[in-house]
């Protein structure tokens, strides 16, 4: 039975949305309009469409979770978190509803970072234990964040999870909020539930990508999973202990503050009173974290660039470099804001401008930037100086980036079909 009316509930205007057979199930819409991408499993029917040169997830919902998933996610970005796009929720009368987002370009999904980088064809790699750790570490930021700014995820999996490279770390991306709650804070009792969701969840999906891939060695799934915990537990401590100071050792408030913000995350509110029953001079310290984002929002006030947390301090660190560099050999300081619009136009734009155009999909421009910033130091290594950037600019698109597959929309093979791996989260 089809739907007799419909109804849309949008953040912006997209034109495509009013053009859609939004009458008819997902699974009866003709399929020359979608396309197959490589995601993770769920238990709702999403199909991708394409939409110019935009592919967007349309995913099919009893209404009042589509409606809480559209709330929670449209606050999750307004608070700086990292989710998917969301677009709209389309609402239906006899059908369920149909959540709206965009595709995130450049993302990986789990799976894709166990199998050989560059697209080599041995499929039963040995699961590595680096590309577990960067998955831990990226997991446990994110459920940090969202824990700090008052979300309860409830599934956290990593088939609800989104990769994105970052400057040789992971970033995580939030996909599916289905479960989520938001409350003015999380109790410890909330925090302890979550990450026990969380490990049991990951540890099934590395037993599954075991399975699929055939693989018998590497990461134990279980041990892998509990790492989770330890790096939560301690970047909450860090982010939130009291420290005990002296009135004489003001620095160590600034040295707080900068360790908070080398993990990303910028200091709202610095707050110092003495300490009840101690001799007298000790002050206790308490640190008022915000949202992550200290290096992202310093690069994008500078020069424009938006970047995740790790490629803007590794482009902040280059922009320095470069400063330094110019300062030398001028001889004249160069204001910061100087430095970094010469940097921008004589480092940045022409390496990123070089990347060919049969190239752009392998990796976004800002992590080939990077990665070229890797092969120049590696060149000059061999090399026992400095070959420059041009150079290794050149090497790099020449003998490098050719040989990575593409990564801003990871297809599926008809293998994965086969399988049927192709859920999404």
């Known amino acids: 039975m089809t739907a007799r009316s419909w109804r849309l509930l949008a953040r912006r205007s997209e034109p495509f949305l009013l053009t859609q057979p939004w009458t008819l199930p997902l699974e009866s819409w003709d399929q020359a309009s979608f396309v197959e991408v490589a995601r993770g499993t769920h238990r709702h029917v999403v199909r991708f469409l394409v939409v110019g040169d935009g592919i967007y997830a349309l995913k099919e919902l009893p209404g009042d ?8 996610l449209r606050e999750m970005a307004a608070d700086g978190l990292p989710v998917v796009d969301v677009i709209g929720v389309v609402q239906r009368d006899e059908l369920d509803d149909i959540l709206v987002t965009r595709y995130l370009d450049y993302s990986l999904p789990y799976r894709h970072l166990f199998l050989t980088r560059w697209g080599q064809e041995d499929r039963r790699r040995v699961l590595g234990r680096a590309v577990g750790e960067r998955l831990l570490d990226a997991l446990s930021l994110l459920m940090v964040r969202m824990h700090l700014a008052g979300y309860f995820w409830g599934d956290c999996s990593l088939n609800n999870t989104l990769l994105k490279r970052d400057a040789g770390a992971l970033a995580a991306y939030v996909v599916d909020m289905e479960t989520g709650e938001r409350h003015a804070s999380l109790s410890d009792g909330q925090r302890l539930v979550d990450l026990e969701i969380a490990e049991t969840n990951i540890a099934g999906g590395l037993m599954d990508v075991q399975a699929e891939l055939g693989v018998e060695e590497g990461l134990d799934p279980l041990e892998t999973a509990e790492g989770l915990r330890t790096r939560y537990d301690a970047l909450w401590e860090e982010l939130n202990r009291d420290e005990v100071v002296g009135t004489d050792e003001r620095y160590l408030i600034d040295e707080r503050i900068r360790r908070l913000n080398d993990l990303g995350f910028h200091v709202d509110e610095v707050e110092v009173v003495p300490l009840e029953g101690s ?25 424009g660039i938006r970047a995740q947390e790790g490629q803007a301090r590794a482009l902040l660190n280059d922009l320095a470099s470069f400063r330094s560099w110019v300062e030398s050999t001028t001889g004249h300081q160069l204001p910061t804001s100087a430095a970094a619009f010469r940097w921008l136009t004589e480092v940045f734009e022409p390496t990123v401008q070089a990347i060919p155009d049969t190239l752009q999909g392998k990796l976004e421009p800002v992590e080939v930037f990077i990665e070229i910033l890797r092969h120049k130091w590696i060149l000059s290594e061999e090399a026992g100086q400095d070959v420059g950037m041009e150079l290794a600019v ?9 040989e990575a597959p593409d990564e801003k929309v990871i297809a599926v093979s008809e293998e994965d079909l086969d399988t049927g791996f192709i859920g999404y989260g």
């Open 279 to 303: 001799q007298r001079g000790k002050l206790r310290l308490r640190t008022s974290v915000t949202e992550q984002g200290h290096h992202s929002r310093r690069l994008t006030d500078l020069t």
């Open 65 to 72: 979770i589509a409606r809480r998933e559209y709330r929670l």
């Open 394 to 402: 050149a090497s790099y698109l020449d003998t490098v980036l050719p």
